[in-house]
């Protein structure tokens, strides 16, 4: 899943990035408003962490308005605790409310919470053929067996299960597995597919290659 967070503070959006990074989640920055439309404007994203008081405005006004053309649920984070401030965040449309300082973990359960609401599910789990997959816990069970997967490989599992089904480009493989600065070409997206291919053999799963369009999974 990729997510933009929104924060002036640089040492705290270091830190936040640094530890969804772990669990493979891309993290694109923005220290503005303004920076976060640039953002907006050439990538999706699945979750937006969104930090109230910001050089050029207020968060929470901006969120009113992206309530308006935005979908993407959205996590408010300052370091406001008055009730009227929580509510007030969640009736400008935010998804949920953490205040500052707050635990990691915390923050990481939250997101996890948000997505599933968003998804529609209530619990982590799914079922993929023979297999079950948890995004969160980064395991692929078949029957007693445990199928080993990376980081990387973990998120586009998760993407693909998100979208079942549905052809997916590169492009959008590349936007849901890296942030806007990485490196990358996307040949990266063809090996990281044959890595998951093999890895998904014997478990009623399939990626199927669609020739100019992309991949898709099959069950």
């Known amino acids: 899943m990729r997510f933009l967070l929104v924060e002036d503070n640089a040492e705290l959006a270091e830190a936040v990035m640094a530890r969804l990074g772990l669990d493979g989640h ?29 050089p050029d405005g207020d968060g929470r006004d901006r969120l009113a308005q992206w309530r308006d053309r935005l979908e993407t649920p959205v996590i408010v984070l300052t370091a406001r605790s008055q009730i009227s401030d929580r509510v007030g965040a969640l009736d400008q449309g935010a998804d949920d409310y953490i205040t500052k300082p707050f635990d990691f973990s915390e923050l990481e359960a939250r997101c996890r919470a948000v997505l599933r609401r968003r998804g529609g599910a209530a619990k982590n789990e799914v079922a993929l053929g023979q297999a079950v997959f948890d995004p969160t816990a980064g395991t692929l069970r078949a029957g007693d067996a445990l199928v080993e997967l990376r980081n990387r490989e973990i998120r586009l599992l998760e993407v693909f299960a998100r979208n079942p089904g549905h052809i997916l480009s590169k492009s959008q493989l590349m936007d849901r597995l890296f942030s806007h600065d990485a490196d990358v070409t996307e040949n990266a997206i063809e090996v990281y597919v044959g890595r998951l291919r093999r890895k998904l053999d014997g478990v009623g799963v399939k990626i ?12």
């Open 26 to 54: 891309p993290v694109d920055h923005a220290g503005t408003l303004a920076d976060a439309e640039d953002c907006l404007a050439v990538a999706e994203y699945d979750l937006i962490l969104l930090d109230v008081m910001l």
């Open 208 to 219: 199927e290659t669609v020739r100019g369009a992309g991949y898709r999974m099959s069950l």
